[in-house]
């Protein structure tokens, strides 16, 4: 099931959107000796791996939303956020 949630990133900063993605993953790979591997991560786990392997394909979150509309700055979204907090 895909879930909605708010996603910022480095790579637009100053920027919120609204995502939608699955709130239960499984994903493989390989560990740093090459070994393979196999997990799975849910909620906020899985929303950051799916991110994360946006970016590996060149992919950034804007182009995941499905409403625009949903797009803004953060300073208007969340004035109540430190201006000087993380954008990841």
Do not use: K
Not at 1 to 8: F, I, N, R, T
Not at 12 to 27: A, K, Q
Not at 63 to 78: K, Q
């Amino acid at each position: 099931d895909l879930v909605d949630g708010w996603e910022g990133c480095l790579s637009v900063p100053g920027l919120r959107g609204v995502v939608p993605r699955f709130n239960r993953i499984r994903y493989t790979g390989v560990d740093p000796q090459g070994r393979p591997i196999e997990r799975e991560a849910e909620g906020f786990h899985a929303r950051v791996v799916q991110h994360e392997c946006d970016h590996l394909i060149g992919r950034l979150y804007p182009t995941r939303m499905a409403d625009l509309t949903r797009l803004g700055f953060t300073s208007v979204l969340f004035p109540e956020l430190d201006a000087n907090a993380s954008d990841d």
